[in-house]
Nanobody, 126 residues
């Protein structure tokens, strides 16, 4: 089992920044690729970013490329999502997720992830 707890969400004006954190506990964190997904009201859960266990492979949704940065600190069992130049359309509940991928690849589909956090709300006002 892997337990995930997100933090760092909040209300920010358009153009502002937030940094989300996801603290993991339980099984070996460094064997897991980590992903961030988001879900707006009435919409499906969408992929945002993912990072391999080593940090060597990273993938972003086109909608956040150049604005968001995913990173991880395996010594702290934590993954981060730095969000800059936020837009109202970034408003959503953001979830982190863990995917057991010891070979170092990443996936951008929610169905492949094994564990999920409870989510943190991000609201961007115009």
């Amino acid at each position: 089992q892997v337990q995930l707890v997100e933090s760092g969400g909040g209300l920010v004006q358009a153009g502002g920044s937030l940094r989300l954190s996801c603290a993991a506990s339980g099984r070996t964190f460094s064997s897991y690729a980590m992903g961030w997904f988001r879900q707006a009201p009435g919409k499906e859960r969408d992929f945002v970013a993912a990072i391999s266990w080593s940090g060597g492979r990273i993938d972003y949704a086109d909608s956040v490329k150049g604005r968001f940065t995913i990173s991880r600190d395996n010594a702290k069992n934590t993954v981060y999502l730095q969000m800059n130049s936020l837009k109202p359309e970034d408003t959503a509940v953001y979830y982190c997720a863990a995917d057991w991928r010891p070979l170092g690849d990443v996936r951008n589909t929610a169905g492949g992830y094994d564990y999920w956090g409870q989510g943190t709300q991000v609201t961007v006002s115009s």
